[in-house]
């Protein structure tokens, strides 16, 4: 029954552009959905990207993400074990939304392969059953190669206002494909309830599968301005500043918005797997295992007599007595209490951090970075103080402040130390100054995890004041 | 009207020897409710004696605690300015309920002045309006120095079933004493209804007045082994350790219970002051001003659209959405989430911490010590870092670690240390090392706090791996 489709022109693209604002405090700007373990073992991305290893080698998963969150998501995934460099990371110079996103993929896939057929999908749903997401793909791949759309759909199971939906044609029963009759905004919640009884409304999952040829056609059919930009880009590398310009003012519309709702050849397959787009702590109920009254509780958590709730914490102690549907979120520098029917609202928690111009929206307590980490573990009047760690084998950049000095104490490890012209080494339990203006690095010469404690003073002790002159990650 | 008294002849004594565990996480059984400021600008401790100070000088406030909790009071109290270095701290080996401490604060009191009348009050209740209470307690003098014991009665505006009650008798209406027929405890819902409407039950403040004299001869006659315990220790100080442990063993019970229920003397005032026993962390709605929709919000705190709760933090952001009738209260190592009708279970969190074996329950990250504190701000494997704060003109004891060393460095102020025979200073910016086994002290040298960070290191970073040579503050 199957046909077999030629496996060097099947592709995976992962979208993992999003900033997701929802599942604040966990998520920060720099630090988004997709990048967070609120599901599994895994962050949301990794697990993306493992499901799908395996059906494709690793050199055939791309990537796409904005120019700002490149390099994090680079690190992120190449932290997987086994490491999987291989991974393609296409960069949009600024998020314009799907069209936009799968339109870029398609256009480079296309010229490294012209018959490719393109697996997208978002990096920061939940799909617990691999096998059977695997199984549907498959069918999926099978209507590509007819130069169909392929889409996925979610039988409802409640009257969710918060997705998109997919109606199919009643008539065709004997295929796996569903001829797709239309595509449906966010219902109210009578519709959504008329939709649940009606049997032919989908949720949109956001999972789509087609040949890159096929799509980059109906994107010139129906979005012919973003076709046209995209064209530029391929190969006129020169003028590229200037297409990136363009490209960022680009009109943001989404694929089902922008060329699925006009196109003829559009097919639903109803996915067999368990989903969930996790579009707030309160989805969080729809894959994760609950304890007999119904809690999600994880990280340091204490109740009492607590039932359909979630706590989320993480070293600190969080301790709860007698919720009922509530969510509770504990981060070192932020906690969150809201009950599961206010969780869209988070955002608005977020908005107004942003006027006040506050940072517990833009980034963790802890911060990644290529080397390892940083955690500030307390900021006062005229100083910071810092715990750095470093990985095996990697060290930060040559750098120079102009308002700070910086004393060094080595808590776990060895460090190599260079200031000015000399490098020495510092032991467990040494320390070390760095004057005001003096050029500096910090490295780890040994094989474990090397452990600092860091404390700046000057009058000026913020990140920005940092003049770099080598840096191992090109940064800039 | 009024007969004049001997004003040497009147004392207050605060009763502070409570542990409460209620307020948890704000109290720790190192910082008990009286300790903290959950009401008005100070500590309920120090609100209490500013209270009563210039109703007596501040040589007759005598405040009871517990020999473990003494030292802390006393460095609490003398914080308070301008310095109340006079008031007297009577020590009682254990806590062993109020007619213990009552009784003891009388003998000690009968010693020093035959005559003197007692102004007996908790050291954690709430009563906003100082002139009324000021004024009422005038009234109870008066009827103290007729050899009456004086209670003071609040009217009930609420079924409340967490106090207990003093019944009067209905007759006598001329007098603004009015004689007690019964105390009751803790009512349940419908007798405490039946009580609201019958005007003759009045909430037992817990306030009393009478001459030390007085109480002591109804101790005598209804709690006659206390009494005897009490009269050997009067004058008996080569006995005092083996005093000591017959008054720890002493069947603990309530002055209501154990001499006032007994007694035929017994009045009452009805108090037109303000107040709460503050007995939960619902109670502060009682005594404390609400925003508009009712909240009571304090410290780092962003709301949307909650109402009739209770949002307690400090640095850390806690963000709220849509709470009803809730209270968050957050400190830097623990959070709370109760709603207000189970407040009362916060003593049950305290008890599965006791059972861990866990430190949220009996210490704050923040540690106060007579010269300043200390604040852990991080711990690892074989490390530690504190933020210590010296006062001016104070310092810590000449002490010494067999297991850890320690590095400090200077982020504000100025610092004398010593160090084995050596005697340094050291200003902001500035660095040292304290290796193992050294003998060492740190001492503030300067007009404005000194703030030290101090990573300790070594294979035991605990607070009891000190060796003390000598104290400013004679600790052991």
Not at 186 to 209: H, M, R
Request: proline share 5%; aromatic share 8%.
């Amino acid at each position: 029954m199957q046909r077999r489709i030629d496996p060097t022109t099947l592709f995976a693209v992962i979208l993992a552009g999003g900033s997701g604002t929802r599942f604040w405090p966990l998520s920060r700007e720099s630090c988004p959905k997709q990048m967070l373990q609120i599901v599994g073992e895994d962050t949301l991305l990794r697990q993306t990207v493992r499901r799908i290893q395996g059906f494709v080698p690793s050199d055939h998963i791309w990537i796409v993400t904005t120019a700002e969150r490149a390099e994090d998501i680079r690190f992120h995934v190449n932290a997987l074990e086994p490491r999987v460099e291989e991974i393609k990371i296409i960069t949009e110079p600024a998020g314009r939304n799907t069209a936009a996103a799968i339109g870029l993929a398609a256009t480079c896939l296309h010229r490294q392969c012209p018959g490719s057929v393109m697996m997208i999908m978002p990096s920061d749903h939940a799909i617990p059953d691999r096998e059977k997401f695997l199984g549907d793909l498959e069918l999926a791949v099978q209507g590509a190669s007819d130069d169909f759309l392929v889409t996925f759909g979610i039988r409802p199971t409640r009257p969710e206002t918060g997705y998109g939906y997919i109606k199919i044609r009643q008539s065709e029963k004997s295929t796996p494909l569903r001829k797709v009759a239309r595509f449906l905004e966010k219902p109210d919640f009578p519709t959504a309830k008329a939709f649940l009884s009606e049997g032919i409304y989908f949720w949109n999952s956001g999972i789509f599968v087609w040949k890159s040829s096929k799509i980059l056609s109906e994107i010139k059919s129906h979005l012919p301005r973003l076709y046209a930009t995209l064209q530029e880009m391929d190969g006129t590398e020169t003028g590229r500043s200037d297409w990136s310009k363009r490209y960022a003012e680009l009109e943001p519309v989404s694929i089902d918005r922008g060329v699925l709702e006009a196109s003829q050849d559009v097919w639903m397959i109803p996915g067999r797997f368990r989903w969930s787009d996790l579009g707030s702590w309160a989805a969080l109920d729809e894959v994760t295992e609950k304890d007999p009254a119904n809690n999600i509780l994880r990280g340091n958590a204490v109740d009492i007599d607590s039932r359909n709730s979630i706590v989320f914490s993480d070293k600190r102690l969080v301790a709860t007595i007698g919720l009922r549907d509530m969510v509770v979120v504990d981060t070192p520098d932020a906690t969150l209490v809201v009950p599961k029917e206010r969780t869209q609202d988070v955002r608005k928690i977020v908005d107004l951090l942003k006027q006040a111009g506050r940072e517990e929206h833009l980034i963790h307590q802890t911060v990644e970075r290529p080397w390892g980490n940083y955690t500030v573990l307390q900021k006062g009047e005229g100083y910071k103080v810092k715990r750095i760690v470093v990985r095996p084998g990697s060290r930060l950049s040559l750098q120079r402040h102009s308002r700070r000095s910086e004393h060094w104490v080595v808590v776990s490890g060895a460090a190599r130390i260079t200031r000015e012209d000399e490098v020495y080494l510092l032991q467990r339990n040494e320390s070390t100054f760095i004057p005001l203006k003096a050029k500096h690095r910090l490295e780890n010469s040994g094989k474990e995890p090397l452990h600092i404690i860091e404390v700046q003073s000057g009058d000026y002790v913020e990140e920005d004041d940092i003049e770099c002159f080598d840096d191992d990650y090109k940064r800039v």
